[in-house]
């Protein structure tokens, strides 16, 4: 059974910097395309960034501020989250879809976790 946990979301302020985990498991995802959204109140869940064979992608509200990474050894996918903004808040999600390509549309991805809270405070 194919499981995603995700884990380091908390509490920063404005300027600070996270770091999102999301360990896989049940299957091996080295040829998975994985990738992080986020969903805020109110809101429709967003591509935030993604990995896969076509190399990183990222939303233009995030780059240069968030970096993916991800260890093949470990099936684990992190997200450095560095100069955290207010509007940054929201609920992260880990993806996973057993194609390599990275896509932005979250219909596309087979696999979710449970989702990691994160809130920047002004």
């Known amino acids: 059974q194919v499981q995603l946990v995700e884990s380091g979301g908390g509490l920063v302020q404005a300027g600070g910097s996270l770091r999102l985990s999301c360990a896989a498991s049940g299957r091996t995802f080295t040829y998975y395309a994985m990738a992080w959204f986020r969903q805020a109140p109110g809101k429709e869940r967003e591509f935030v960034a993604g990995?896969?064979?076509?190399?990183?992608f990222y939303v233009d509200s995030v780059k240069g501020r968030f970096t993916i990474s991800r260890d093949n050894v470990k099936d684990t996918v992190f997200l450095q989250m560095n100069s955290l903004k207010p509007e940054d808040t929201a609920v992260y999600y880990c993806?996973?879809?057993?194609?390599?390509?990275?896509?932005?549309?979250?219909?596309?991805?087979?696999?979710w976790g449970q989702g990691t809270q994160v809130t920047v405070s002004s």
């Open positions: 993806a996973a879809k057993p194609t390599a390509w990275v896509t932005r549309t979250k219909e596309t991805y087979d696999y």
């Open positions: 990995v896969g064979s076509g190399g990183l």
